[in-house]
């Protein structure tokens, strides 16, 4: 059963440091910790970094580490998908900061497309989460989807390290990974709504080769399309799971202008 609030906690101590670790963090750095649960992860937080901002949704969480008073730490209640996080960010003067996080599992994509599309985005984030996700989104069976050009599109994920499901209390069903997300220095200067409508066109439908899908959304003849995609330097047959980031941004222009 899943737990309440994807409220999974951290029983090691060495997993934590080592999630803190991984961050790279000294006295200069500010970091948002979303959902700080217990302070499994705070307290060596607020041992590495400059500012900390913790937000937990659970009030009674929340007011239990407002006690433990971690040094440069600010905890605050709110739901990290409901709160004015440009607001935040600017009251506490913290355009520059790291995320770190245990995420909780049940909005993980939710909160990693905020994170990647919000006005001050993060140049770094550190993350624990589900090992099915966290693989997903780095594409490492090479088969790509919507969320890992998602997060392709903005920036560079990678694997960190594995975690067992045996380190939280309570276990959940599965393990977890920790992956890095860091931002990229350029962001394509193209429409972003324009360039996922084309993203999503292209996996509507999952077993069809990429040319049906995209001349049936945007009725464009596959000849054409075809054609299009060979300067791409695209198979002819491929599917969209094949197409990394580069091929789509190929291929975009030429869909936008047919729109
Ligand atoms: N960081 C702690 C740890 O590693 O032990 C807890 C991690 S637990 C997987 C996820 C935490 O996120 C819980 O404390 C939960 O209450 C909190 N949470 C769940 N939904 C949230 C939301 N929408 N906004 C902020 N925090 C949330």
Redesign the pocket.
């Known amino acids: 059963m899943p737990t309440k609030?994807?409220?999974?906690?951290?029983t090691s101590d060495d997993i934590?440091r080592k999630i803190a670790d991984s961050a790279g963090l000294s006295t200069k750095d500010n970091v948002l910790?979303?959902?700080?649960?217990?302070?499994?992860?705070?307290k060596y937080l607020a041992e590495y970094a400059g500012k900390i901002l913790a937000?937990?949704?659970?009030r009674a969480?929340a007011s239990g580490l407002q006690k433990e008073n971690y040094r440069n730490t600010k905890i605050i209640e709110?739901?990290?998908?409901k709160i004015n996080l440009p607001k935040l960010i600017e009251e506490n003067d913290f355009q520059n900061y790291k995320i770190v996080?245990?995420?909780?599992?049940y909005?993980t994509s939710k909160i990693i497309r905020l994170l990647l599309e919000t006005k001050y985005p993060p140049r770094k984030m550190i993350l624990?989460v589900q090992k099915e996700v966290g693989e997903r989104i780095v594409a490492l069976d090479s088969k790509e989807s919507i969320l890992s050009i998602s997060v392709k599109f903005y920036a560079e994920p990678e694997i960190l390290f594995y975690v067992a499901k045996e380190n939280?209390d309570p276990a959940p069903e599965v393990d977890s990974v920790v992956i890095r997300i860091k931002r990229k220095k350029e962001i394509p200067k193209i429409d972003v709504k324009k360039f996922f409508s084309i993203v999503k066109a292209g996996f509507s439908s999952k077993r069809k080769m990429l040319v049906n899908n995209l001349s049936a959304s945007f009725s464009v003849p596959k000849a054409e399309l075809l054609k299009q995609m060979k300067k791409a330097g695209l198979d002819q047959k491929i599917r969209a799971e094949k197409l990394k980031i580069e091929d789509w941004l190929k291929l975009q222009n030429f869909l936008n202008a047919k729109k």
Not at 5 to 10: D, I, P, S, V
Not at 55 to 58: F, G, R
Request: net charge negative; glycine share 14%.
């Open positions: 609030l994807g409220q999974n906690f951290l934590s910790e979303i959902g700080p649960g217990k302070g499994m992860l705070t937000l937990e949704i659970d969480l709110g739901d990290i998908l996080a245990n995420l909780p599992y909005i624990m939280f």
